[in-house]
Nanobody, 122 residues
Framework: QVQLVESGGGLVQPGGSLRLSCAASGFTWDYYAIGWFRQAPGKEREGVLCISSGDSITYYADSAKGRFTISRDNVKNTVFLQMNSLKPEDTGVYYC???????????????WGQGIQVIVSS
């Protein structure tokens, strides 16, 4: 049974940082890429960035470049999303999901975590 558990979200002031974690189980970790998505209120889920099984990183949100980084711990089956210089427009529910190959299309992902809320506000 595939399980993904996101953590590390919360309320942060503009300019602050958060580190999200995605702990995964129930699939062969080494074979899969992991994507991070976010969904702002009233908007569709959008791809933020993705890390392949070979640690190649693809950014889907231009706004994330230079501020967000992604890494994976293949011992703990966990992916981390480090978010710096946060802006109010980064507010949303963040989700992680495994995939065969990185894609910005949510339809390419079959399993999702429950999501974690990130609120950037003063």
């Amino acid at each position: 049974q595939v399980q993904l558990v996101e953590s590390g979200g919360g309320l942060v002031q503009p300019g602050g940082s958060l580190r999200l974690s995605c702990a995964a189980s129930g699939f062969t970790w080494d074979y899969y890429a992991i994507g991070w998505f976010r969904q702002a209120p009233g908007k569709e889920r959008e791809g933020v960035l993705c890390i392949s099984s070979g640690d190649s990183i693809t950014y889907y949100a231009d706004s994330a470049k230079g501020r967000f980084t992604i890494s994976r711990d293949n011992v703990k089956n966990t992916v981390f999303l480090q978010m710096n210089s946060l802006k109010p427009e980064d507010t949303g529910v963040y989700y992680c999901a495994p995939t065969d190959y990185c894609s910005a299309d949510p339809l390419e992902y079959d399993y999702w975590g429950q999501g974690i809320q990130v609120i950037v506000s003063s």
